[in-house]
């Protein structure tokens, strides 16, 4: 507990000025709020003693007490604002920090962290985890301190005035409090309520997930209560809610009742008392004031359980949270070094993916060897599965491989520091992401502090200008907004803009046109050819016609770089290359009904077709 707390209090000690402030606040808030308890009971205390000659009654201190009463009122409420006001500007403040450090962190780690099941957590972990600290720090911070400070300053106040039938009424208190306190620490209470924030927040992400596949759930017809993954997830939160349920009940009712009904501990033991002491006023003053504050006692001691409940969730959650920034980050070198050219040599480089549930390693990649000379094109091409992407993405750190060396110009990528080989290296995916934001922020992403001159160069050699002019806002217009979207070829020019911007030396391209049109490849080409001019591109073709002229062609499969060479070479080889080729061709030239023995074409006289390479 102690161990789970203190990442909790780490958080709020970011702001430790406002959270002091607001906690001070709040007690101040609990103080003045007993006050007028003590006003009331000055006010029956000088009525009782003049109750046999009201004429000798001090209205002016009737009138004092009266005045103070509703100044400590006042007062309690205009702190208590104050106070909710740093507490929350204090949460929305740590909220923020916490997001944007989260960001920062996950963009750390390395992508092997980024399974499916972690994306899930971690889209958890950031909103709802983070979110309830919010509630914590805004709300239930405050709310603590008063439902603990209140009860203690009244009971003291009673001990203060009447020892006995103060402890009357701390009795069934504490015991209340022992009995819920148990569910909340036992073992049995502990795994429920994590289960049941586990299930909460499993709901909700299944009923976004079902919302956003709603295309695929009008296409199959999939109805509600076929959806088995929510449906699973509604019903394991039923199940969770309702063993939370049988085992709080008891112990919940029982609180509640005493709490509630102090009263009748106090009333007759007070009755009893009195009765043995008919001629002592001072009692009858005490036992009144008793009388008056018992009620008010339920109020903050039954707050104090919803604050209990709250307190639980947020170990919870600030658990997940510590077990994010607890993921290693990509080791930095403590010197780095920068490459003075920009040839990349892959050095014997096995590779095995690590599956993170099961421990296991998967082998991908087996001594890749391979040299691609600054400003020219080596192409990767290779059944699926054969390994081409993974040798990409290793050239970026997504993961660091287990034997062998990648260098750029000679220096290995673990000595170069993230952000220099980045800078280098710029990637165009088959896939573009694009950010719910402007097309200009979009494009800019490839270059923060280009200007807007610069942005709308990039789009125009990248064919993006034309179709973003068109948009009802240009270069303002937001994506997704609006209705407001962009098709494939679009999006893959936008995101040849963002690298034209970024003007990286290394260049890979996830074969950029395999989705496109005749159209849209077109327009593809043409911004690719700007792109490349002059860099070191490493290309991975699924359509060999684009990557004929590449100065150098590896030929990837299960792992291991099988043929090397250029087109003409790998072709005269009549290896894997020529197979893949003579299929190229003929796929490219495939029609319905089409005579596919017609050797007057020049694909059968084992020439591309005439639209193949517009790349070289
Ligand atoms: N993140 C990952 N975790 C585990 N295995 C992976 C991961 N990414 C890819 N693989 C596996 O690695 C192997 C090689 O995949 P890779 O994407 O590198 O091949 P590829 O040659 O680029 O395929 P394609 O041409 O279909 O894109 C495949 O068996 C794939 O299932």
Known sequence: MKAEMSGLLQIAKEKKGLLTAASLLSTVSSLLQIAPFVAVYKIVEELLLHAQSPAGIDRELITYWGVAALVALVAALLTLYVGLMCSHVAAFQILYQ??????????????????????????????????????????????????????????????????????????????????????????????????????????????????????????????????????????????????????????????????????????????????????????????????IITPSLSVPLLRLIYVGGGLREIIEGNKRIAAVFAEPIVAEPTAPRVPVAYDVAFDRVSFAYENKESKDYKPILQNVDFFAKAGEMTALVGPSGGGKSTIANLLLRFWDVQEGTISIGGVPIQEMGTEKLMDTVSFVFQDVHLFYDTIEANIRMGNTSASREAVIAAAKTACCHEFIEKLPLGYETKIGEGGTYLSGGEAQRLAIARALLKNAPILVLDEATAYADAENEKKIQQGLIELVKGKTVIMIAHRLSTIRAAEQILVVNKGEIVERGTHDELRQRNGLYEKMWQAHVSAATWKLGANHTDAHKPEMRGEAPANASLLY
């Not at 301190?145 to 009971?155: K, W």
């Not at 022992?178 to 049941?196: H, P």
Request: charged share 15%.
């Open 98 to 291: 916490l997001r944007v450090r989260l960001a920062e962190h996950v963009a750390k780690v390395p992508m092997g962290y980024h399974t499916k099941t972690a994306t899930g957590e971690l889209k958890k972990v950031i909103e709802v985890s983070v979110e309830k600290i919010e509630k914590f720090i805004a709300h239930q911070l405050p709310d603590m301190v008063t439902a603990i400070l209140i009860p203690l300053l009244m009971i003291g106040y009673l001990f203060w005035l009447n020892g006995l039938l103060a402890l009357v009424l701390l009795v069934p208190v504490v015991f209340g409090l022992w009995v819920q306190a148990r569910i909340f620490t036992s073992e049995l209470g502990r795994n429920a309520f994590r289960d049941y924030q586990f299930a909460v927040e499993e709901m909700n992400a299944t009923g976004v997930e079902y919302v956003r596949g709603m295309p695929a759930v009008k296409i199959f017809g999939i109805k509600a209560d076929e959806f088995l993954t929510f449906q699973r997830a509604v019903s394991s939160y039923r199940d969770i809610a309702l063993r939370i349920t049988a085992l709080c009940k008891k112990p919940y009712s029982l609180f509640y009742v005493l709490v509630s009904s102090l009263f009748t501990f106090i009333v007759p033991i007070g009755i009893l008392l009195a009765s043995g002491q008919p001629g002592n006023q001072a009692f009858a003053i005490t036992f009144t004031l008793f009388l």
